[in-house]
């Protein structure tokens, strides 16, 4: 009975010890998307909603989640977006993120958790809480899917 113990204490140290240490972050990844976020903050402050839209991925398969409505594609996020920040006198704010957290979950995945809050000229901030799922393609790392909840 001890040698069959010992034999799969051996096997089972092998096995733990073979398992490859799980990947770091990859540094430029992170700055990366950094940037890709700082582009989009910078294009909302100057009322670019297409600059803004430069950061997600062009494609029918794009998925942004606000609340309970789901937008799928990406000129319908535009149009959302639109609707809700540039038609019948809406003013769009001033967008800044805070808290980033960015987790990279293979060489061409990365999650982005987050808050986020506009400043409008009202005064009134609404604010809430992002979570990202960034893809990396020949062009660069783009938002694949945007869940972003929240209000005032």
């Known amino acids: 009975m001890r040698v069959l113990f010992a034999l799969c204490f051996a096997v089972l140290s092998c096995s733990v010890v073979a398992q490859p240490p799980l990947a770091k972050p990859s540094r430029p990844a992170e700055a990366e998307i950094r940037a890709v976020i700082d582009k989009q903050t910078a294009a909302w402050n100057h009322q670019d909603l297409e600059g803004f839209m430069a950061g997600y991925w062009k494609s029918p398969e794009l998925t942004f989640f606000s609340g309970a409505t789901e937008t799928k594609g990406w000129q319908p996020t535009l149009e959302r977006y639109r ?8 003013a769009m704010g001033t967008l800044d993120f805070s808290e980033l957290v960015i987790e990279q979950l293979g060489p061409n995945t990365a999650l982005v958790r987050g808050r986020w809050r506009l400043t409008m000229p009202d005064g009134k901030q609404p604010h809430g809480l992002t979570t990202l799922l960034f893809r990396r393609f020949p062009a660069g790392w783009r938002i694949v899917h945007d869940h972003s909840s929240g209000g005032e």
């Open 83 to 90: 609707k809700r920040y540039q038609s019948n006198g809406a």
